[in-house]
């Protein structure tokens, strides 16, 4: 494995997260693509492309490129796609640093993380908080569109007590929110620590650094919020619905009500007809 320690330089790695999916089958991954070696089985996987450029890949859909060119990046892409879920030509969501080893200091800063040496878990540990952190950007950006477009159906609840949409747009809107909250719950337990660091002080450390320099907690704190925030709105919509059909039923009735009463102060329908056909 690697293990890179140089007096006077830095061996440098240029490392890229790109998010591209919601979902890796990490099993079928490794039964599907066979060229490649796997240094490990679990999640996250590191994948050896060649020598010094590694992928690894998350299951919560992400893929962590350590001094990968371009077409060896789209190559590796192209192979995996099939065991992507909900994945897209391309996704905006990234994140990048350079990892440099070499030397005795252990620091991380936004755009750099030095180290001693690498290994396998070392890998594993930095590409986590930054597919950690792209995936975490994929889900604000769902939430702050549905809050946008939702919106105006608060306002107009807020100031004219009235929609002002039909009830298939409305629950559509609802299903979007149920979507979004769904995927977000199911895939939050994955921004959680890795098991790997409870077994080392070292890369405990080396987690805590770069999740405190990517703001992780404060960013799932904030989105935790957002969620509860739709469930909110999503439960005021659905009561908004259930009212106004209410509403409609009441009506209903009472309009066959009043044509029941109706119907009983009229004559027999035969008495109705002899009379009309005296008219006509």
């Given at each position: 494995m690697v293990n890179k320690s140089t007096q006077n330089k830095y061996a440098k790695y240029q490392v890229e997260t790109v998010y591209i999916g919601e979902y890796v089958d990490l099993k079928k991954v490794q039964e599907?693509?066979?060229?490649?070696s796997f240094l490990n089985r679990d999640d996250p996987l590191v994948v050896k492309l060649l020598k010094d450029q590694y992928a690894v890949l998350t299951k919560f859909g992400t893929i962590t490129f350590w001094s990968v060119?371009?077409?060896?990046?789209?190559?590796?892409?192209?192979?995996?796609?099939?065991?992507?879920?909900n994945k897209k030509e391309h996704y905006f969501y990234d994140e990048d640093t350079k990892v440099l080893i070499g030397g005795s200091a252990e620091k991380v800063?936004?755009?750099?993380?030095?180290?001693?040496?690498l290994n396998v878990e070392k890998i594993k540990i930095i590409s986590y908080v930054l597919s950690?952190?792209?995936a975490l950007e994929r889900y604000e950006d769902d939430i702050e569109k549905s809050l946008s477009e939702l919106e105006a159906v608060v306002e107009n609840l807020k100031?004219?007590?009235?929609?002002?949409?039909?009830?298939k747009e409305l629950l559509k809107q609802i299903g979007?929110?149920?979507?979004?909250?769904?995927?977000t719950v199911v895939h939050l337990a994955l921004f959680d620590k890795p098991e790997s660091i409870w077994e080392s002080p070292d890369l405990e450390t080396l987690y805590n650094r770069m999740s405190s320099e990517y703001d992780l907690k404060v960013r799932f704190d904030v989105l935790d919020k957002k969620i509860d925030y739709l469930s909110d709105i999503s439960k005021m919509m659905m009561e908004f619905l259930a009212e106004?059909?209410?509403?409609f039923l009441e009506i209903v009735i009472i309009v066959l009500i009043v044509i029941e009463i109706g119907l009983w102060f009229l004559p027999p329908f035969s008495r109705v007809w002899a009379y009309l056909s005296k008219l006509f």
């Open positions: 599907g693509v066979k060229q490649y060119p371009v077409r060896l990046r789209q190559q590796f892409l192209n192979e995996i796609q099939p065991y992507a879920k800063t936004f755009e750099k993380v030095y180290s001693a040496q950690q952190s792209v100031t004219k007590g009235k929609a002002l949409f039909s009830e979007q929110v149920l979507s979004i909250k769904q995927t106004k059909r209410n509403a």
